[in-house]
């Protein structure tokens, strides 16, 4: 834009970030979303182009090291910063995403579009629509800048899918760059509501009144295999999920507490089941939400998926060994809203707080970080999503190409300790990724499911 340059676009970004109600800067995000499908002329020629931003000194195409990552600090959360200052991360820029359509499940952003307008709190605190009852689908609040409503969406629909079974490989890095862990397991969950493609829509009847299940089963090793939890979600988020496990070792399910939410699975991994999707826990068991800034971030939105290996299967680099972190794409996300949110209803949580940035686009979160009791950064972890296609193969989820997440970190400051996971096309036993498929709920989430799947 003529008459920027980056310092004044900095201030100006301050200026927005202070006293904006609204996603977008030099007109409403969402108006623009809805009249064109498109990013263009909602921000600046600065927050749209790596080149523009750094006046030249890094440009799309080009690797971010250790060599030039201070000229991008200020478009960096804490761990990616040290990855790539201390650890020998690289990241490769791609060009912005101007596309909406790119940014999500086609339907959902259909449904993100249409049914605009038609959410609200109720009086116990959860999403409803206009009538009452259940969120219908689609993001409820898009171009929202309220931290609340940001993680609301989030946590009504994680995957974006009706459904979704991820086939997964997990790699679990000692402080010394040693694998030390490595797991095969399959993430299932399912939305009884807000249903989009996947008949009955928009409600499951027989479970209207619960949000989601959500099965992890692991698959290898030995130690571990048939080892597996199901999350049964209530659409009250006032209420915990109830959670079943499947113990190998005794052959039978068993009901654990289900408060218990920020311990691994399973040994070596950074994970809690907190963590999923930065809101791994029911809405209102956490609260004091609060927007503490706005800014461009670099952060994978795009290009993450490796058509190039039969099982989608990333490159890995860095660390002492050069095994500690997936090949990482990133471009320059133009707008995230910065949130904090505290665990009011866990008296013993190792957390005092997350930090999460949402991408101001589709309101998915592409960073995050919790503290610990003492306000030290304690656990992040960082993704990249993407279309399944790119340009000469792709993957199809009904009529348009699939779009999910491709492979994340998490990483524990204090250990030094990292966790890759990536989404594979399969793994043995005939366990694939897919969405919108609901067989996946007789295979995956029930408790007859987890007594199959742990005797196979």
Known sequence: MTGW???????????????????????PLSAAVEAA???????PDELLSIEEYTRGTISTGAYIDASNVEAVKDLLEPA?????????RRLKLLPTTTDWMRLGPWEYLEATL????????????????????????????????NALELFAGLTLSWGRHDSSLYAMREYDISRVGIVDYEYDLVWAELSPVGRLVSDPKPYWPEHEDKLRFNTVVYLSPNTERGASYLNIWPYDQNKFPTLYGYVPSFRRIRQFPTNQRFEPLVPGSALYLS??????????????????GRQPLLGGVSG????????????????????????????LIPETIVCEAEPVAFSRAPVSKKRVWFDARNGMPVAMVTYDRKGNPFRSFDGCYSIYDDGNRS???????????????????????????????????????RANDQSIYDEYLTQAALQRLGRD
């Not at 990616?80 to 020998?88: L, S, T």
């Open 304 to 331: 993450g998926w490796n058509s190039s290996h039969s099982n989608w299967e990333h490159g890995v680099h860095g660390g002492e060994k050069g095994e500690s972190f997936f090949d990482s794409v990133v471009e």
């Open 395 to 433: 993957v199809m989820d009904g009529k348009h190409a699939y779009w999910s997440w491709t492979y994340l970190h998490a990483y524990e400051f204090q250990s030094g300790r990292i966790t890759r996971i990536e989404q594979v096309k399969e793994l043995d036993g005939g366990h694939w990724s």
């Open 5 to 27: 340059n980056i310092h004044s676009s900095r201030r100006s970004i301050l200026k927005y970030a202070l006293a904006g109600s609204c996603a977008g800067f030099l007109k």
């Open 37 to 43: 499908g498109s990013i263009e002329g909602v921000y």
């Open 275 to 292: 963590d999923a999707w930065a809101a791994g826990d029911p809405l209102l068991t956490w609260g004091n939400y609060k927007v503490i």
């Open 80 to 88: 990616k910063f040290h990855h790539v200052k201390n650890m020998g």
């Open 114 to 145: 249409s049914n605009r307008g038609k959410a609200r709190f109720d009086d116990s605190g959860n999403v409803v629509n206009d009538d009452g009852r259940p969120w219908i689908g689609g993001h409820p609040f898009p171009g929202t800048t």
